[in-house]
């Protein structure tokens, strides 16, 4: 039996879907069940390394001697230290457009959700207050708006898609320009950052944690957002400078936000964005439907069943230049 080690935190009905997809000949390890002395044991012999969003390290990597490369589960690789892992020539992989869908239904949800104020109304009317009247000089349709989007990759490109379905005008900035066919079909416009900002009546972030895009919306970018204007964050915690952001919620001027990703994951109960009432908080859940969950563990499960067949595996995100399994080989 090929060993996998499984790092997340799980519970049993996650624990029963994990198993479900795992294929047969190989026995999945879940680390947080494991003592420390079995993790030591266990970690030299296992054959793959599955993560979601738990840290990998230089500690983890140097010990998983024999491990063929590490899978992830889901997009955003700032849970693994990529260099530590060419380091040691494993390749790190993720699960591309897998839970796109997941992501784009949420950044939709959450713009909808801002729009009509539904927290607010939904607390209201279960406390016995009618508010029919009262929330439509503040409440807002899609139709007809600008979503600018920061990000333009597969989930940007996919929520883009839902969004124009309600009649929004669509412009975007991203490091790379995409194709033209895919613009026309979105009939999606290229602009610089600073005028996607200016611009926008939604803006939604769709780029990963690197250090160059870290604290990227800070005082300055909130700024150059229009008043009346609404941002999501359903990208990474840390890409919006959440002290700007609530200096610019309280002050007005943005009339609101989603967050689905925070600087601190779990959130500290603390925070000051949790006591406003134009934000709405959600705890990293953008992949977080079963139908998404059941896309990424296919994909993850086909690479490694793939790498054990021989092959190279896919969607490698560090470069590295020879696998430890094939010294011949330029991923
Ligand atoms: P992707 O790689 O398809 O797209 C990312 C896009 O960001 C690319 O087009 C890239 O060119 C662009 N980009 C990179 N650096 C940039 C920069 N400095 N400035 C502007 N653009 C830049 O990835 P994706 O599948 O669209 O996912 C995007 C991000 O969403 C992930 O990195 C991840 O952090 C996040 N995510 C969040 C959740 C969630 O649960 N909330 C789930 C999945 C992914």
Redesign the pocket.
Known sequence: MKKILYFDDTFDEFKDILLTHTPTGFDLIFWEELTEQEREEQLPKADYLLVATKKIGEEILSKAKKAKFIQKT?????NIDLPAAVHHKLPACNT??A??T??AE?TILLILALYRKLPLINKETKNGNWLMWELRPSSYEMEGKTHGF????????EAAKRSKAFGTNIIY????R?TSEQEQQLEAKYLP?EEVLQKSDIISL?????P??KG?IGETELNLMKDNAVLIN???GGIVQEGALYDALVEHRIAGAAL??WENEPINPENPLLTLENLIASP?????TRDTLNRVLHTAFQNIKRVDEGELPQFVMNNVKKARFDESTVI
């Open positions: 889901g997009v955003g690789m700032d591309p457009g839970n796109s997941g992501v949420l920061i990000g333009f990759g597969n989930i940007g490109r900035y991203d490091k790379f995409t950052m769709h780029i990963p944690l690197l160059e895009t990227l359903v990208s990474r689905d990703v990293h859940i953008g992949a977080g």
